[in-house]
């Protein structure tokens, strides 16, 4: 399954050139395993941009551009505005580190930060296992998670995706937290896009791609935008946004794309988001008013001020805001009514997403050098009774979980208890995007259910932390740890066998649309019926697949169907 491809480089090279995207399955079938071919350089790569030349390093087989600038920094009144392309520079540009990220005051436990006030942080980065103008390799830009309000490039190493699958790999920095999505009538009112300026960061990084990415033997034709987390939610939102059409020819969602279709979770209403934006700017002492001197008060405030005050409150639409331009509707909407960029779809989660969140709450729930202890019976009822007993939820919701989910039922632990509750709620909405999207699009759907995943957290007694959110980067991305206080770990055997299919799956995708390379096996097309499977399940030693009804009753996504379309607020 996923096995590699016996063509020689040459002979995929040439076969590159004649790319079609008709013909990409015929042609490529197990294309992502080949091997990285062996550049000759007299010096350090340099390839030509259209803002100047950047010079890179050879390593892992691939070439690397690290920190190449593609946006002027957003500083002064440049702040809550689009970004401005980057202006060209006369000196050979050397990208050989990854540049500065993006201001955020949090680290999600280890994950993410370190915190920091930097807002000259649009660069970008790009993996390459060929630099021919003539290759036409596959593009996969990938946008990092971390809640939009953290995250960064480094520990994102492209080289494995850039060469077993023979793709160019493109990363990215993008303004978080309240400089990356911020609504204020004083900003709004002022004649450019607003909002979502994370998303403009985005956008303009792949119209850097289409304008550059040739030089580094990629196709701009072929581009996938991938994500995982909040980075999969903006790839969805990329799905919606008007302003992607033509910079995007497929999209990989790893984890919460669904995440707008949930109680609590949907892309933020405008009025909503310029209430908080207004919340914002009086926490600031810039005041309550809307003119022009509110949004000069505002873009005078110091980066320090404004992650401190952020910290300190709900002020940021960090899952997209519905300004009428950059995301014209609610996703939900959009995919429901077909108003969206319709290309190729991956879209899945791993199997214990819950025990993630719980793994920060312990971690920061006690003081250095304590014994950090997983969640008890009590704990476990009280987050349900909390969480479910208020609107959207109709009444009763609360009783109805603890009985579906007792604790008896899970070896008397409340974590395993509260992992399903909080995964099964968040995969059924996956699963309700599935079922929306496969009529429209092809959607391949899956689970990651490695539970030897390793733990980049430090060790917590009692924890468990099973098939966690964010397992499933590192098997793609190799040594990823969460952030620079989080542990690397080697994978072993096995979850190296794991990490080299899915590395082949996704590039099979960014070659042809299909994971396969062509075919349905082994990973079948999903469709919203119950006699085939549509499901893969991905754990090593075999992939299993499952039909809908069998995934359906596993993750109880008959209880939770109904409560996910709860206040539901339309177009």
Request: with cysteine; charged share 15%.
């Amino acid at each position: 399954m996923f096995e590699s491809s016996k063509l020689s480089v040459a002979s995929h090279l040439n076969a590159a050139k004649a790319f079609k995207p008709a013909t990409a399955a015929a042609l490529l079938l197990g294309a992502a395993a080949l091997a990285a071919p062996t550049e000759a350089f007299a010096g350090p790569p340099i390839v030509q941009t259209d803002a100047g030349k950047v010079q890179g390093i050879f390593q892992n087989g691939v070439s690397e551009f690290l920190g190449i600038p593609y946006a002027e920094p957003p500083l002064g009144n440049l702040r809550w505005r689009p970004p401005v392309a980057h202006a060209p520079w006369s000196n050979v540009l050397k990208t050989i580190a990854y540049g500065p990220i993006c201001a955020q005051s949090n680290e999600f436990g280890v994950f993410a930060g370190p915190p920091n006030n930097n807002e000259d942080c649009l660069y970008l980065n790009v993996f390459t296992p060929s630099l021919n103008p003539k290759a036409k390799l596959p593009v996969v830009v990938w946008i990092h998670g971390g809640g939009n309000v953290d995250g960064e490039t480094p520990g994102y190493d492209g080289s494995k995706l850039a060469a077993q699958g023979h793709t160019v790999v493109v990363s990215m920095e993008y303004r978080l937290n309240v400089l990356g999505w911020m609504a204020h009538p004083a900003l709004d009112h002022e004649g450019h896009l607003f909002g979502n300026y994370g998303v403009l960061d985005q956008q303009l990084a792949l119209k850097w791609v289409q304008a550059n990415i040739a030089n580094f033997g990629g196709d701009k034709n072929n581009v996938t935008v991938g994500g995982q987390s909040s980075g999969a939610l903006d790839a969805a939102l990329s799905m919606v946004s008007p302003l992607a059409k033509g910079l995007l020819n497929k999209v990989i969602c790893q984890s919460y794309c669904p995440a707008p279709l949930l109680p609590g979770g949907f892309s933020t209403n405008l009025a909503t988001a310029e209430a908080r934006g207004i919340a914002f700017a009086v926490a600031a002492g810039c005041g309550s008013g809307t003119d022009a001197a509110t949004a000069k008060c505002l873009r005078n405030l110091t980066a320090q001020q404004i992650e401190t005050i952020a910290a300190t409150g709900n002020y940021i639409g960090g899952q997209g805001i519905v300004d009428g331009q950059i995301v014209p509707y609610q996703p939900m909407t959009a995919f429901t009514n077909g108003e969206f960029n319709h290309v190729p779809l991956i879209n899945g989660d791993v199997e214990d997403e819950q025990t993630f969140f719980m793994a920060i709450t312990e971690y920061d729930s006690s003081t250095v050098n304590a014994d950090r202890t997983p969640p008890n019976a009590a704990q476990y009822t009280s987050y349900v009774n909390s969480r479910y007993t208020t609107p959207p939820y109709p009444a009763g919701t609360a009783a109805a979980i603890l009985a579906l989910y007792p604790i008896s039922a899970y070896g008397g632990s409340a974590e395993l208890a509260w992992d399903r509750v909080g995964t099964d709620s968040a995969i059924c909405g996956q699963r309700i995007l599935d079922r929306i999207l496969a009529p429209q699009i092809p959607v391949y759907a899956y689970e990651f259910d490695d539970q030897t995943a390793p733990f980049y957290f430090p060790k917590m007694p009692g924890f468990v932390p099973l098939a966690y959110h964010t397992a499933d980067i590192q098997y793609l991305f190799p040594l990823w740890h969460g952030g620079p206080n989080g542990i690397p770990h080697a994978l072993n055997r096995a979850q190296t066998q794991l990490s080299d299919k899915l590395v082949a799956a996704w590039s099979n995708f960014a070659w042809t649309g299909n994971p396969n390379g062509q075919g349905n096996s082994p990973w079948p097309r999903y469709a919203d019926q119950s006699i085939q499977p549509v499901w893969l399940i991905e754990k090593e030693p075999v992939f299993t697949t499952q039909t809908d009804a069998q995934y359906s009753n596993l993750r109880h996504c008959d209880f939770w169907d109904p409560i996910a379309f709860v206040g539901f607020p339309g177009p």
